[in-house]
């Protein structure tokens, strides 16, 4: 896991670099909005339907959509083959982060007494699938032209070796890092989600903070790119 | 996935097929375009994405792991043989209807079905290839599943290859069980198994090597002979294939054909509440039959152009770029 | 029987933007610079080299005799954008058109939907919008007699008019306080659908227009709802003046579609799909232009994407023409 002589990592990054990004939107049919996303071998799609008439009527808020998250991980997803139950705890877990960091951001009262689904499947797993998945939702509730007050871009940040590093892979995370992930708001730089699992002095936090954040704004230019491409590519196509 | 229909839109349906020109245009026995590209997921085995036109997407992985040989405790069989473990799962954001558990009766259904047809290996049960007359391909001692079994042995008894074919449905436009085969076909097809070499330590004592050479690969044997699967749904007196999800709404009773590029017939389903009068359903089979030997012969037409292609790019060092979800 | 195989195509790419990129700061001179032509609600009509697209958290103008509009939200008297979509100025009223979400409706509207829900005096319908709009028993016409009073009986019988799965036209009538839509069928013109089928597309595609009742030179009728819900059927010569409202409630379609009915049903079908696949405005004259263009493909050929792709772009190409 050591950095070579000048200081690259293990996939040859710089400490401040993200891995490859790519991403588009608008890739199942069915859905409202539909997105992308491949931060190097870490690739997820996420789908959203609605805002919709809510399916459960005891659920149904009078004032705002209410928030539903599913992730699901495809069995083929890792190196090693493994299903994951409906119920696994982990993924739980990570679809209410999913959710509770949205939450502030979707202007809700637009829509009062409706549903919002966010259906999220990771396809390849190499690190840092929470990142990708917020990432991802937030390309596909833009591409649903459901009302945000921002973008929501996040990224994870650990201390590798002696210094920190951003957007970790599959190799660094699991060599005991620590790692964080944030969720920024790149207008206002409020970070609407902190998650970190493992021991980070003190010291070092803020550092890796301020990394990730950076890591965030970076993501913040290629999801712009690709909503606004593709947003004049349908304008353009409408006025002919 | 619409699960409404009106009466006046299952009139319309039904006699637009009764004279043979269906909502969308088409005759009774054409199928939608459908585009196919195979290893699209890179940490797999093999892979494919399919979809039909009308918006059906499915992505299938095969993933060769080694685990111990399964014995029948009863018959003692199965210590020669390899294993095809089978799993259907249908996203939620194919259908809101896919939510939570909402999916498990017919991922079960689905992964079954697929097991069912896949795996059936055993010469020694009645292979329904005895059932169809008009068999003209190559003797095909591999069962009805079609995949040679044996070949994935390492050590009787022992070790062998798994496969584990995971197909994924992401969006639902009707005719899901034809998709996830052809799919299933294609991602079989990308398959390569890495090389064995097995050492005799005496005493009965056998240990292998699994050769990591990326070149030194097999590809999976028997795979010509594995069964696609052809949905005939019977729309009033008529049956159609292909059907839309609206058209599968009007479905009253739905035949599943499963069958080899010989025209071998290698299982069948029949489901949904209606009826089929015995006559009807000799036609739909004969039908599927023919069907099924062309869709065969294109398909692997399709890989075959596919891997092809890819080839020649590899030999002149040009890198193979594989679209997948950033295709149009 | 025809099967055919296909490689994804790779997306077009994105050439040399004739829609000029705005930096964030500048926001407000070009709005003056737009100011020349103020595209109406509708967004139609609007060229593309003037296109101001903004994505979420943009500020837009930080002008503050502006006023903000749908799409858009007030931060430190700033008007910044909350979705991703092309700029709207109205006077002084700022908005934000997404281009592919939900249908967002205004009074009038003539729209298609789909009944989900037999509830007391009131039906659910689907009409693609954030949630279901309601058409209450009272805002129907009854069958004997336009102006006859609603009794007890009719609630009793609610399915007799409309059952789930039933298809309508109805226009909007009222917002409910919630944002449901409250619809009405009380016109000859609207009611239950029949002799045809239903295509869905993005609601941004279809135009507010006079009308929405279009008989085609094909002999198909075609109605283009508002919200993206599309009826393409057999044309019926609607004669307003006395039409036996038993019939309104039919489920029954007409018994003499020919065959040739059919194939032209389907072939507005296709074309609309093509259309729309092409994220291109769907109204009465590109459709018949897509029509004519069809015409030299075998029905059956429709579903190719190569050939709804030429229909699309030759139908375009004649729209073109036609405004010179």
């Known amino acids: 896991m050591s950095h070579n002589q000048i200081g690259l990592r293990i996939d040859g990054r710089r400490p401040a670099?993200?891995?490859?990004?790519?991403?588009?939107?608008?890739?199942?049919?069915?859905?409202?909005?539909?997105?992308?996303?491949?931060?190097?071998?870490?690739?997820?799609?996420?789908?959203?339907?609605?805002?919709?008439?809510?399916?459960?009527?005891?659920?149904?808020?009078?004032?705002?959509?209410?928030?539903?998250?599913?992730?699901?991980?495809?069995?083929?997803?890792?190196?090693?083959?493994?299903?994951?139950?409906?119920?696994?705890?982990?993924?739980?877990?990570?679809?209410?982060?999913?959710?509770?960091?949205f939450e502030p951001v979707v202007i809700a009262t637009l829509y009062p007494r409706s549903q919002i689904d966010i259906y999220l499947q990771v396809i390849q797993h190499d690190g840092g699938t929470l990142q990708a998945c917020i990432n991802a939702t937030t390309l596909a509730l833009i591409d649903a032209g459901i009302a945000m007050t921002d973008y929501v871009c996040a990224c994870t940040a650990g201390w590798v070796e002696r210094e920190a590093a951003i957007d970790l892979n599959y190799i660094e995370e699991s060599s005991d890092t620590s790692e964080v992930t944030i969720a920024m708001l790149p207008k206002s730089s409020k970070i609407t989600l902190a998650q970190m699992e493992s021991r980070l002095h003190v010291d070092k936090l803020e550092e890796v903070f301020r990394l990730a954040g950076e890591g965030c704004k970076q993501m913040y230019e290629v999801m712009d790119k690709t909503i606004r491409d593709r947003a004049e590519d349908l304008a353009r196509k409408m006025t002919v | 996935m619409p699960s409404l229909i009106s009466p006046s839109e299952r009139d319309y349906i039904l006699k637009g097929i009764e004279c043979n020109i269906r909502a969308d245009g088409r005759q009774r026995p054409d199928y939608r375009e459908v585009i196919l590209e195979t290893g699209v997921i890179s940490q797999t085995s093999g892979s494919a994405r399919v979809r039909l036109a009308g918006g059906t997407d499915v992505l299938v992985s095969v993933k060769a792991d080694i685990g111990p040989v399964l014995v029948d405790p009863e018959t003692g069989e199965g210590a020669d043989k390899?294993?095809?473990?089978?799993?259907?799962?249908?996203?939620?954001?194919?259908?809101?209807?896919?939510?939570?558990?909402?999916?498990?009766?017919?991922?079960?259904?689905?992964?079954?079905?697929?097991?069912?047809?896949?795996?059936?290996?055993?010469?020694?049960?009645?292979?329904?290839?005895?059932?169809?007359?008009?068999?003209?391909?190559?003797?095909?001692?591999?069962?009805?599943?079609?995949?040679?079994?044996?070949?994935?042995?390492?050590?009787?008894?022992?070790?062998?290859?798994?496969?584990?074919?995971?197909?994924?449905?992401?969006?639902?436009?009707?005719?899901?069980?034809?998709?996830?085969?052809?799919?299933?076909?294609?991602?079989?097809?990308?398959?390569?198994?890495?090389?064995?070499?097995?050492?005799?330590?005496?005493?009965?004592?056998?240990?292998?090597?699994?050769?990591?050479?990326?070149?030194?690969?097999?590809?999976?044997?028997?795979?010509?002979?594995?069964?696609?699967?052809?949905?005939?749904?019977?729309?009033?007196?008529?049956?159609?294939?292909?059907?839309?999800?609206?058209?599968?709404?009007?479905?009253?009773?739905?035949?599943?054909v499963a069958v080899n590029r010989s025209g071998e017939l290698c299982g069948l389903q029949k489901g949904q509440d209606g009826g089929i009068e015995p006559s009807l359903l000799l036609e739909m089979i004969q039908f599927g039959k023919t069907l099924g030997q062309t869709l065969i012969k294109q398909l692997d037409a399709k890989i075959k152009a596919e891997?092809?292609?890819?080839?020649?790019k590899r030999q002149n060092g040009q890198p193979v770029v594989k679209l997948g979800f950033f295709a149009q | 029987m025809n099967v055919s195989f296909h490689s994804p195509a790779p997306r077009t790419a994105i050439s040399g933007s004739k829609a000029h990129r705005q930096s964030k700061q500048h926001g407000l001179e070009d709005m003056e610079l737009d100011g020349d032509h103020e595209d109406g609600a509708n967004g139609s009509g609007v060229k593309a080299s003037t296109l101001h697209v903004v994505t979420p958290g943009e500020v837009i103008t930080n002008d503050t005799a502006f006023m903000r509009g749908h799409g858009t939200y007030i931060e430190n008297e700033k008007v910044v954008s909350s979705v991703a979509g092309v700029v709207d100025r109205v006077n002084k009223l700022i908005s934000v058109r997404p281009l592919h979400t939900r249908y967002t409706g205004e009074i009038g509207d003539v729209v298609v939907g789909r009944i989900t829900e037999v509830a007391q005096k009131r039906w659910k319908v689907d009409v693609s919008a954030r949630q279901d709009a309601i058409l209450m028993l009272s805002s129907i016409n009854l069958p004997g007699g336009v102006q006859r009073r609603k009794q007890e009986s009719d609630e009793l019988q609610m399915r007799s008019f409309f059952m789930e799965g039933d298809l309508v036209v109805a226009e909007v009538q009222a917002f409910f306080g919630d944002g449901a839509y409250s619809l009405h069928t009380r016109s000859l013109k609207y009611g239950k659908l029949r002799n045809g089928t239903f295509i869905s597309v993005p609601p941004a595609l279809v135009q507010r227009c006079k009308s929405h009742f279009h008989s085609l030179a094909c002999g198909v009728d075609v109605i283009l709802g508002l919200n993206g819900y599309i009826w393409v059927s057999a044309h019926v010569p609607q004669n307003l003046d006395e039409i036996d409202t038993e019939l309104v409630y039919s489920n029954k379609n007409k018994e003499d579609i020919t065959p040739r009915d059919r194939e032209s049903i389907a072939r507005v079908g296709n074309c609309i799909r093509a259309l729309a696949d092409e994220f291109i405005f769907i109204n009465d004259t590109i459709i018949s232009f897509a029509y004519e263009a069809s015409l030299q493909y075998k029905l059956k050929d429709m579903n190719k994407k190569e050939i709804m792709h030429a229909i699309a772009t030759e139908a375009t190409t004649a729209v073109d023409n036609m405004k010179g």
């Open chain 1, 17 to 101: 670099e993200l891995r490859k990004i790519t991403s588009t939107t608008c890739v199942l049919s069915q859905a409202d909005g539909s997105a992308y996303l491949e931060h190097g071998n870490t690739k997820v799609l996420a789908a959203v339907y609605g805002p919709r008439e809510a399916r459960h009527r005891a659920l149904v808020l009078h004032d705002r959509a209410i928030l539903n998250v599913e992730l699901n991980v495809a069995p083929f997803s890792s190196g090693e083959r493994r299903r994951r139950s409906k119920n696994d705890k982990r993924l739980l877990e990570m679809a209410s982060f999913v959710k509770q960091t």
């Open chain 2, 82 to 256: 390899g294993q095809i473990i089978c799993n259907v799962e249908c996203a939620p954001s194919a259908s809101q209807q896919f939510e939570g558990r909402g999916a498990d009766e017919l991922n079960n259904e689905l992964t079954q079905m697929m097991t069912r047809f896949l795996s059936h290996n055993t010469t020694t049960l009645s292979t329904p290839s005895s059932t169809t007359p008009s068999s003209t391909g190559a003797p095909n001692n591999n069962g009805a599943g079609g995949i040679n079994l044996s070949k994935l042995c390492i050590i009787p008894g022992e070790q062998c290859w798994i496969l584990y074919v995971d197909a994924l449905v992401l969006d639902y436009g009707g005719n899901l069980v034809d998709a996830v085969f052809m799919g299933t076909r294609a991602a079989i097809f990308d398959t390569r198994i890495p090389k064995t070499e097995v050492q005799d330590l005496g005493d009965g004592n056998f240990d292998f090597e699994v050769l990591d050479d990326a070149e030194d690969t097999e590809v999976v044997e028997g795979r010509e002979d594995m069964p696609i699967c052809i949905t005939l749904n019977k729309i009033g007196a008529r049956h159609i294939v292909d059907a839309s999800p609206l058209e599968e709404l009007c479905t009253e009773a739905k035949l599943v």
């Open chain 2, 307 to 312: 891997a092809e292609a890819d080839t020649i």
